[in-house]
């Protein structure tokens, strides 16, 4: 059997862990596992008011890894969270780094909306990096606010190649 451990380092100074309207959140991770495999990892998150109503959040994510990853270890995009006009695991590999911006408006009372635009390229071997390789995101999304701080988000993200992804989560995607 593979054992896991590792070591992480934050910073957080956001006003609110799940739907954020100010500050900054780090997060250095470093995971290995006993066959000499592992990852390091780095998040990097911005949020900022910007007029009545509006924020402008920002992520820069990175995971790099090493040794023989079992497959379903290996960094992914889509989802709920990066890069969400792909389906989750439609695009994996061994290196990933992704990076978006959001604009985040309250519209009315419980109604809000954001737009977003982002980048991510994945590869394999270290020195394999192409930026023709680079898949594109964005996308546009309605929010309804449950409380001050919860709510029910509906995003419809476009990817490449008439790629599409609709989803409904709770909360923010970062």
Not at 49 to 63: D, M, N, Q, R, T
Not at 70 to 93: D, V
Not at 94 to 117: H, V
Request: net charge positive; glycine share 12%.
């Amino acid at each position: 059997d593979v054992l896991q451990y590792g070591i992480f380092a934050r910073f957080d100074t956001r006003d609110h862990s799940p739907n954020p309207s100010e500050g900054v959140h780090l997060l250095l991770r470093q995971r290995n596992w006993t066959n000499l495999s592992g990852s390091t990892s780095l998040q990097a998150n911005g949020y900022l008011p910007v007029w009545k109503g509006g924020i402008l959040a920002a992520e820069l994510y990175s995971v790099l890894t090493y040794g023989d990853m079992s497959i379903s270890m290996l960094p992914t995009i889509g989802g709920t969270e990066r890069m969400r006009g792909y389906y989750w695991g439609r695009y994996r590999n061994s290196n990933l780094i992704c990076g978006q911006l959001e604009i985040r408006q309250r519209i009315w009372e419980m109604i809000g909306g954001a737009i977003w635009a982002g980048a991510a390229n994945l590869w394999g071997d270290y020195g394999h990096f192409e930026w023709r390789n680079t898949l594109p995101n964005y996308g546009i999304g309605a929010r309804y606010y449950m409380t001050e701080r919860l709510c029910l988000r509906m995003d419809y993200g476009f990817g490449k190649k008439g790629q599409n992804a609709f989803i409904i989560s709770i909360n923010e995607a970062f």
